[in-house]
């Protein structure tokens, strides 16, 4: 099952927007990850964001944590072309024996017209 | 070069074939994981190997499917009787040491059931 809730499904954009993707949980985590997807091919980690950190930048990425309302933003700045991509959010809760849970979100497809 | 290489990229294969895939991580990896991802959807986590020991299934791994990681290091999916709701991505990734790592994906094997 997925737990996260990505919004929206579908973002489309012109070149040099900002492109701006939320992504709300049900359960305690110890940390949030975005990765990116292109078309048929594999997922590429963007950016890790820690349970007790709000917000997080990576070169044009910004992402923040809420983990009172359990919901993450993650914000593409100043946005190109090869940035289209299916945005996936992850959160990750750590088990007994170091288990790690990674549970991916629905996605948000993001096209960007150049 | 992604860091764990998936084969076969595509497999198409007739309704009750068995099928397996296989996961060759380039470097030691002590976590491996398998997701199956559907068109439109997030990875959905199937299963987990901790060196050679399964330590986690997903409810969603039914008995026609088993994997394996023999001596710790690449790894095998193998779907018996395979149905056409098999049809999907599967994905392998590899995760790193400590609490807090991003996840390394491979390209994934696509799987059509006719």
């Known amino acids: 099952s997925q737990q996260g809730e990505e919004d929206p499904q579908a973002l489309s954009i012109q070149e040099g927007e900002n492109a701006t993707m939320n992504c709300s949980y049900k359960?305690?985590?110890?940390?949030l990850q975005w990765y990116r997807q292109n078309s048929g091919r594999g997922l590429v980690h963007l950016i890790l964001?820690?349970?007790?950190?709000r917000e997080k930048h990576s070169g044009r990425l910004r992402v923040t944590l809420d983990t009172s309302k359990k919901s993450s933003s993650l914000l593409i700045t100043a946005s190109r072309a090869a940035d289209t991509a299916s945005y996936f959010c992850?959160?990750?809760?750590?088990?007994?024996?170091?288990?790690?849970?990674?549970?991916f979100g629905t996605g948000t497809k993001l096209q960007v017209i150049p | 070069d992604t860091g764990v290489s998936q084969n076969p990229r595509h497999k198409i294969t007739k309704r009750g074939q068995n099928v397996t895939f296989r996961c060759d991580p380039i470097?030691?990896?002590?976590?491996l994981y398998w997701y199956r991802q559907t068109l439109g959807q997030g990875p959905e986590f199937l299963t987990y190997?901790?060196?050679?020991?399964?330590?986690?299934k997903s409810r969603l791994l039914s008995d026609r499917f088993s994997a394996e990681r023999p001596k710790g290091s690449f790894s095998t999916l193998e779907i018996q009787r395979t149905e056409q709701g098999d049809s999907a991505m599967y994905l392998c990734?590899?995760?790193?040491?400590?609490?807090?790592?991003?996840?390394?994906f491979g390209s994934g094997t696509r799987l059509t059931v006719v």
């Open positions: 470097s030691e990896h002590n976590r």
């Open positions: 992850a959160t990750v809760s750590i088990f007994s024996g170091g288990y790690q849970k990674v549970t």
């Open positions: 359960t305690s985590i110890n940390n």
């Open positions: 964001i820690r349970s007790n950190e």
């Open positions: 990734a590899l995760g790193g040491q400590g609490r807090y790592y991003g996840y390394t």
């Open positions: 190997f901790q060196n050679e020991a399964q330590l986690e």
